[in-house]
């Protein structure tokens, strides 16, 4: 039982590029959500998805787009990258939305762009 | 907009003390709070949630206090080890249950 698994770890990408972070989880969960974690910003919502062919805006979706491909992976896209995209970006999952569910976190992907 | 403060210092102690942490927010009145722990490199864990009217958890040496009426979260760890020595999120939970919103976290070191 692996959890929540992210691809790649590290990436470096120039000003413009574009690329795809990958997520899966394994716990059968229904509902997944993409953070980046920022120093003295703490962790914030890019988007989420509540259940399978779902998806919506968290506090800063500009500059991203994500798709929930099947019940397991949900990805994010960065079309066009900005050194200001440069964070560390988490993946989490839970068994669905709610007041009582907690949120199960990837190990992270590490992003510079520059 | 919400607003979620934590010690803003990184927290250092002696081992066998007790570790408090703070955590305070404005312009939102959650039902939920919970508390994660995150080692460097590393995505956070989930320790603790604590409903509203639950004035007070514990689960072994931890434990989370709410006071709704300060806005704030007190996060303890009775006995504390060099083991704990982490950072300690805070995080509230949006009224429709679809978002979270985490704190900056507390950076806290327990020396032997």
């Known amino acids: 039982n692996a959890g929540v698994t992210q691809t790649p770890k590290f990436q470096v990408l120039k000003t413009g590029q574009s690329m795809t972070l990958q997520c899966a989880q394994d716990?059968?969960?229904?509902?997944m959500y993409w953070y980046r974690q920022d120093p003295g910003m703490g962790l914030r919502l890019i988007y989420y998805?509540?259940?399978?062919?779902?998806?919506d805006k968290g506090e800063v979706p500009n500059g991203y787009n994500v798709s929930r491909l099947n019940k397991r992976e949900f990805s994010l896209r960065l079309e066009s990258a900005a050194p200001s995209q440069t964070s560390v970006y988490f993946c989490a999952s839970s068994s669905q939305t709610g007041y009582q569910e907690t949120q199960y976190f990837g190990p992270g992907t590490r992003l510079l762009v520059l | 907009s919400q607003k979620i403060e934590q010690n803003s210092e990184a927290l250092n102690i002696q081992e066998g003390k007790t570790a408090t942490l703070t955590c305070n927010y404005t312009?939102?009145?959650?039902?939920?709070l919970q508390w994660y722990r995150q080692d460097p490199g590393r995505g956070p864990v989930f320790l603790l949630l604590i409903r509203e009217n639950e004035k007070e958890k514990r689960k072994e040496r931890l434990k989370v206090t709410f006071d709704t009426t300060l806005k704030q979260s007190l996060f303890h760890i009775t006995a504390s080890q060099p083991a704990d020595s982490a950072t300690y999120l805070c995080?509230?939970?949006?009224?429709?249950?679809?978002?979270?919103?985490f704190g900056t976290g507390t950076s806290l070191t327990v020396i032997p």
């Open positions: 998805s509540a259940s399978e062919g779902t998806t």
């Open positions: 312009n939102y009145s959650p039902a939920y």
């Open positions: 716990m059968n969960h229904n509902s």
């Open positions: 995080a509230l939970i949006s009224n429709t249950g679809n978002q979270f919103y």
